[in-house]
């Protein structure tokens, strides 16, 4: 059961909030930046999803502020079911991509680049998850309890991409970039699902 927190401490934590959303915000502009230029320079379909996955993120993310500083829940269900849609869009990419990488049996140049960026970011969001999480429980925040779940599924989803570049760089294992990369077609399908259904 939630604890009913007094009005001056729920405006402390939709402050707190907000700032976590902004630290989101500012961290998936950057690391978005690198991971696509790591991904076009090394040709790997895992990173491209990933940081076509971080674009998404930006947008989720200027929703849910959006949305604690008080927007109307019917452009709330709208700007949901286009963050659905573009779910679906990333996962159709990622899996057109895989299924071509696997088929023509083309080999991703090892990224170091890419592998940093992804190990800082799966710290940063299973920290930022965590802490949102927290607060979305405090203040029994739909929005905000659901959308933590997704940063932590970030993290999680960078930890997987960065097993499958690690296996390219150490065994020549090219095979593990595009497998890696239908993690985020199988994450990509059930967000965009749950967004459409749950506000359709």
């Given at each position: 059961?939630?604890?009913?927190?007094?009005?001056?401490?729920?405006?402390?934590?939709?402050?707190?909030?907000?700032?976590?959303?902004?630290?989101?915000?500012?961290?998936?502009?950057?690391?978005?930046?690198?991971?696509?230029?790591?991904?076009?320079?090394?040709?790997?379909?895992?990173?491209?999803?990933?940081?076509?996955d971080s674009v998404l993120e930006i947008f989720a993310s200027l929703v849910v502020i959006w949305q604690l500083k008080g927007g109307r829940p019917k452009r709330e269900r709208r700007a949901?079911?286009?963050?659905?849609?573009?779910?679906?869009?990333?996962?159709?990419?990622?899996l057109t991509e895989s299924t071509r990488t696997l088929l023509v049996r083309a080999h991703p140049h090892t990224s170091v680049l890419g592998m940093i960026s992804l190990a800082a970011t799966?710290?940063?969001?299973?920290?930022?998850?965590?802490?949102?999480?927290?607060?979305?429980?405090?203040?029994?925040?739909?929005?905000?309890?659901?959308?933590?779940?997704?940063?932590?599924?970030?993290?999680?989803?960078?930890?997987?991409?960065?097993?499958?570049?690690?296996?390219?760089?150490?065994?020549?294992?090219?095979?593990?970039?595009?497998?890696?990369?239908?993690?985020?077609?199988?994450?990509?399908?059930?967000?965009?699902?749950?967004?459409?259904?749950?506000?359709?």
């Open positions: 059961m939630n604890r009913v927190v007094d009005a001056s401490t729920r405006r402390r934590l939709l402050r707190r909030g907000v700032q976590l959303e902004y630290a989101t915000l500012i961290w998936n502009v950057g690391e978005a930046t690198v991971v696509l230029v790591a991904a076009a320079l090394a040709h790997s379909v895992a990173l491209t999803g990933f940081g076509l949901l079911r286009m963050i659905g849609a573009a779910f679906f869009g990333i996962a159709a990419f990622v799966a710290a940063e969001m299973i920290l930022l998850g965590v802490w949102k999480g927290r607060i979305g429980k405090q203040l029994d925040h739909r929005v905000l309890k659901t959308e933590a779940r997704v940063t932590l599924t970030d993290g999680y989803l960078a930890s997987s991409i960065l097993l499958g570049l690690a296996l390219n760089a150490a065994f020549a294992w090219w095979w593990a970039d595009p497998l890696a990369a239908l993690v985020i077609v199988v994450y990509g399908v059930k967000e965009g699902r749950e967004a459409w259904r749950h506000h359709a």
